[in-house]
């Protein structure tokens, strides 16, 4: 079935770039979204890839995805004590899903001063 | 412009009693969707509205759990006789709703209810 992986846990210094990585199971996947969830609040999306690129950058923050390897990366330049939060990647659901999404467990980022 | 509501914010509610949950989409979104966040889990599907066609129930994790959308608009998730395992974060997404572009599908989360069954 289809299945969203992600490490559990980052730990990374103030102003360090940091890495989250993903690993999804369905090919048949048109989006694949990075979702922010900060302590008692709902999901903030992030940015989002169609499956058809490889890169985007928004400002500090660049999504890679290898379609061959079914691999999305979010990486964030100079993070902040601000982006300490959990991040959620999310594949749109294909084949018999149609609209849901289809979410890793999230990574939590910690960012130490 | 408003985004995605949700009410209460916070419920507690005792082992056998019903629970309703609301959710307001964002104004002129078709799609609408509700998920469960549990301790230490990801976001788990409900079930989904996509304007007047038949939902997708495919998630909903029992016949406890019920939703209804009145008017293409406002939803309302129910929760029967709630056990303990139903505590959780239910959040609720809207969407323009289509297909073809990122735009359209894009979901936009509200900040969701926390349920604790006790």
């Known amino acids: 079935g289809e299945d969203v992986e992600q490490s559990l846990f980052l730990s990374v210094r103030e102003g360090d770039s940091s890495v989250i990585n993903c690993t999804y199971t369905?090919?048949?996947?048109?989006?694949l979204y990075w979702y922010k969830q900060e302590p008692g609040a709902g999901l903030q999306l992030l940015t989002y890839i169609f499956s058809n690129m490889d890169m985007k950058q928004d400002q500090r923050l660049t999504v890679l995805l290898n379609k061959k390897d079914k691999h999305l990366s979010l990486r964030i330049a100079d993070t902040q004590t601000g982006d300490s939060a959990i991040y959620f990647c999310a594949e749109s659901g294909g084949g018999g899903s149609q609209g849901n999404l289809i979410f890793g467990k999230g990574t939590k980022l910690s960012v130490k001063p | 412009g408003a985004g995605v509501s949700q009410s209460p914010s916070n419920k507690v509610t005792e082992k056998g009693k019903d629970v309703e949950l609301r959710c307001d989409p964002i104004?002129?979104?078709?799609?609408l969707y509700w998920y469960r966040q549990s301790l230490g889990q990801g976001l788990e599907f409900l079930i989904y509205?996509?304007?007047?066609?038949?939902?997708?129930k495919s998630g909903l994790p029992s016949d406890r759990f019920s939703a209804e959308r009145t008017g293409g608009s406002v939803s309302t998730l129910t929760i029967q006789r709630t056990q303990q395992e139903d505590s959780a974060v239910y959040l609720c997404a809207s969407s323009l709703g289509g297909s073809g572009s990122g735009s359209r599908e894009t979901q936009y989360f509200g900040p969701g209810t926390r349920l604790l069954v006790l």
């Open positions: 369905d090919s048949s996947s048109t989006y």
């Open positions: 104004s002129g979104h078709t799609a």
């Open positions: 509205f996509q304007g007047n066609s038949a939902p997708d």
